[in-house]
């Protein structure tokens, strides 16, 4: 992969910030529903998205890959999507799929380029967890 299309990956699963993208939003029972369009966030979003508490926990966002400065890159790939892959699998979880759910930002996603149709059956129990440095769905641990 050439450094340009490495400039278009994105992280399907980062922090609130300035600038990224609203690409999901959990549902009650604890799974992420994906945007059909993305919606760019600002300051204001954030504020009062932290006025509820911890936005990540709320919504899934997404922004540019940040390769070396992230903590999860490891032998020049994101290891947080085998990790939360391994962990779904020894949960039980069922990751069959039928057909790929629909997402806004599969063309430029990290964990697609990486692990293609196991990331996307992984990716709707993911609600990020800026607290630790891996999480699947929370509620599954209470």
């Not at 450094?3 to 699963?13: G, I, L, W």
């Not at 009062?48 to 922004?63: C, D």
């Not at 085998?82 to 430029?108: F, K, M, N």
């Amino acid at each position: 992969m050439s450094d340009d299309a490495e400039d278009f990956t994105r992280c399907p699963s980062a922090p609130a910030t300035d600038g990224a993208l609203l690409i999901g939003v959990v549902t009650a029972d604890g799974r992420v529903t994906n945007l059909g369009t993305p919606l760019p966030i600002d300051a204001a979003f954030i504020e009062a998205a932290n006025a509820r508490g911890a936005p990540e926990q709320r919504f899934r966002f997404s922004a540019p890959c940040q390769t070396l400065r992230c903590v999860h890159w490891k032998n020049r790939e994101c290891g947080l999507i085998g990790e939360l892959h391994t962990t779904a699998v020894e949960a039980g979880e069922d990751l069959s799929i039928a057909a790929l759910p629909r997402c806004a930002i599969r063309a430029q996603c990290r964990w697609w380029r990486q692990r293609g149709r196991d990331a996307c059956a992984v990716c709707p129990l993911v609600v990020t967890d800026t607290k630790s440095s891996k999480s699947l769905n929370p509620r599954a641990e209470s």
